[in-house]
């Protein structure tokens, strides 16, 4: 089955700086990967996603581009804001399997 | 815009209670899941479905039990609820992977359950 490596948190970053969150798979065949985002009081909703190699997702000023050969999808923002603060997951899913999510990385964004 | 709906959103009860946890999507979706989060934020995936008459259950072992009468919904039950039981419960419904939608997830806003 599919797994994932996610970049523990929390992360505290003050509004404007650089975002990198990593995240790392191990999947059978050839899995899209996906970025979910969850605010505070509520459910996980889609960030982003790439479903081939090369491709980058984008969303939100948030980006993050499928690297096949090193097996990763790491989440990246040029400048953050306060409303960014959230829990990020990354999931990779191949065909019908479930979809597999990382443990959670917490953004806090200081004005 | 996804529908998915979950009620109640917050519920506290006694131990020993019954309890029906409702999820109800509109996107005629045939799988269906169920996630337990625990106050470090990891999702376990707890049940699943793949269409009306299937269920099953995931990763992490839950003394919880689903339905799946109607393509619809999908609700959660605990017989006797302990403070173990204490958590916040996520429904989840997905698009078929080969469609445009890829196999995305869609979330209920979650139902936050406080057993005393």
């Known amino acids: 089955g599919n797994s994932v490596t996610q970049m523990e948190g929390p992360v505290t970053l003050s509004e404007e700086a650089f975002l990198t969150i990593n995240c790392t798979y191990t999947a059978t065949g050839y899995p899209s990967l996906f970025w979910y985002v969850q605010y505070p009081g509520e459910g996980l909703q889609l960030l982003l996603k790439a479903t081939k190699a090369d491709d980058k997702g984008s969303n939100k000023g948030f980006e993050a581009t499928y690297r096949k050969e090193t097996t990763s999808f790491h989440l990246e923002k040029g400048s953050v804001q306060v409303s960014d603060s959230a829990v990020y997951f990354c999931?990779?899913?191949?065909?019908?399997?479930?979809?597999?999510f990382g443990k959670g990385t917490k953004l806090t964004v200081n004005p | 815009e996804a529908d998915i709906y979950q009620t109640p959103r917050y519920l506290v009860i006694g131990t020993g209670k019954k309890i029906t946890l409702e999820c109800s999507q509109t996107m005629g979706h045939d799988k269906m899941y169920w996630y337990q989060q625990d106050p470090g934020m990891e999702l376990h995936l707890i049940h699943y479905?793949?269409?009306?008459?299937?269920?099953e259950k995931g990763d992490l072992s839950s003394e919880s039990t689903v339905s799946r009468i109607r393509t619809e919904h999908f609700p959660l039950t605990l017989e006797s609820a302990r403070p173990s039981h204490t958590s916040q419960y996520l429904c989840?419904?997905?698009?078929?992977?080969?469609?445009?939608?890829?196999?995305?997830?869609?979330f209920g806003e979650g139902s936050r359950l406080t057993v005393l």
């Open positions: 989840a419904s997905s698009a078929p992977s080969g469609g445009s939608a890829g196999g995305e997830l869609f």
């Open positions: 999931a990779p899913r191949s065909g019908s399997e479930k979809l597999v």
């Open positions: 479905s793949y269409g009306v008459n299937s269920t």
